[in-house]
């Protein structure tokens, strides 16, 4: 399908993610209000798509990627593990920096930090990837789309599929925050957040 619509939801919020931490490929549970965003969303969903008959669910393996889609499915009324599992949607990997805080970065090594800000998109962690990296996968991922999908995933894929789909500046679109309460409906050229 050339132009499928895409529910993008990123997973709800961890302890890590409040913490402002590295997270990457590391598999962080949601915490409460993370569980709080995933239903909410589950229920916004539901009022826009109905029981979204048609629609493709995909996740990222991660299980806090995999608990926000279950928890959507179940408020909209869905059973909660019907859903396909995608490898290329799996969060950036932050190498060496994952565990480590932001503000620990900034402490630490400001001169690996103000590249970070200035490279957001450029920038390749020790044993890590950069968006650029993470391009290649969801353009492969985009291509192999049959139809509209639900898909439940991560911040930094996201600012990818972003990318991709809206030709944003490359920078711009990294250092875009992207929101754990609410759904992103994207299309080539197209974008609303609901």
């Not at 859903?83 to 190498?95: A, C, D, V």
């Not at 402490?107 to 968006?131: C, I, L, M, T």
């Not at 639900?150 to 500046?169: E, I």
Request: aromatic content about 8%; proline content about 3%.
């Amino acid at each position: 399908m050339t132009n499928p619509t895409i529910y993008y939801i990123r997973h709800g919020q961890t302890d890590w993610n409040a913490e402002f931490r590295f997270q990457g490929q590391r598999d962080i549970p949601l915490n409460a209000l993370g569980q709080k965003q995933a239903n909410e969303n589950g229920r916004k969903l539901h009022e826009l798509i109905g029981s979204g008959e048609g629609l493709d669910f995909i996740s990222s393996p991660l299980g806090r990627t995999r608990e926000t889609m279950e928890r959507v499915r179940i408020a909209m009324g869905l059973a909660p593990k019907d859903y396909q599992i995608e490898q290329r949607l799996i969060e950036i990997s932050y190498g060496d920096l994952e565990g480590r805080t932001l503000e620990d970065l900034k402490a630490n090594e400001n001169e690996r930090h103000r590249y970070r800000k200035a490279n957001a998109w450029e920038f390749q962690p020790v044993d890590g990837e950069s968006h650029e990296m993470v391009l290649g996968r969801v353009a492969e991922w985009h291509s192999s789309l049959r139809g509209d999908c639900v898909v439940a995933a991560h911040g930094a894929v996201g600012r990818v599929v972003r990318y991709y789909l809206l030709g944003l500046d490359k920078q711009e679109a990294a250092r875009f925050a992207f929101p754990q309460d609410k759904i992103c409906i994207l299309r080539k050229g197209e974008e609303q957040f609901v």
